[in-house]
């Protein structure tokens, strides 16, 4: 998970263009904050947040491409490919009750009602009706759809989903 000080937005994927851009694969429903935001921080393995201001974001395609200031050569953006993107969690929009950011889900324990531990979410699909998440567990992957009908229950302090499996979701064993 992803700790209660920063909401993660995406991860620079790669250098775009010769200008010092990077492109970032976002975490779904996330870099509309960031085209709000005045500044983010950019996240490395060694876990030292760095923070830029954002110069200008667009769109391309499913991914965001990112000027930083600062940042404007292609050798200087080579050197945050891998970077999260993460803001502090205090200038992120409140949420409605019953909503969540897509990268709280992700890493969530999806439990059924009966106690089954089907894995962790992985993946978030968005299909246009509704979101699907992928949950692996146990060399096997699940496909569940995001509504009432089957998300009983989200616990972001505890890392749990609760799920009703419904009739003819999920055949038996895979084999």
Request: aromatic letters at 4%.
């Amino acid at each position: 998970m992803n700790g209660a000080q920063h909401l993660v937005l995406g991860k620079a994927v790669k250098a775009w263009g010769l200008k010092g851009e990077l492109k970032v694969q976002p975490y779904a429903d996330s870099m509309a904050i960031a085209e709000g935001s005045s500044t983010v921080s950019l996240r490395g393995a060694d876990g030292d947040l760095v923070e830029y201001a954002v110069e200008r974001v667009r769109r391309a395609g499913p991914a965001w491409i990112l000027q930083l200031r600062g940042i404007q050569t292609i050798e200087q953006a080579e050197r945050l490919v891998g970077c999260e993107l993460v803001i502090p969690r205090s200038a992120a929009p409140t949420l409605p009750e019953g909503t969540y950011y897509q990268a709280d889900l992700i890493g969530l324990r999806v439990v059924t009602e009966d106690g089954r531990a089907l894995g962790r979410i992985v993946e978030i699909l968005e299909t246009g009706a509704n979101d699907v998440y992928v949950v692996h567990g146990e060399g096997l992957e699940w496909l569940l759809p995001a509504t009432k009908e089957v998300v009983r229950k989200v616990d972001l302090t505890r890392e749990i989903m609760l799920v009703r499996l419904l009739e003819g979701m999920i055949e038996a064993e895979a084999v």
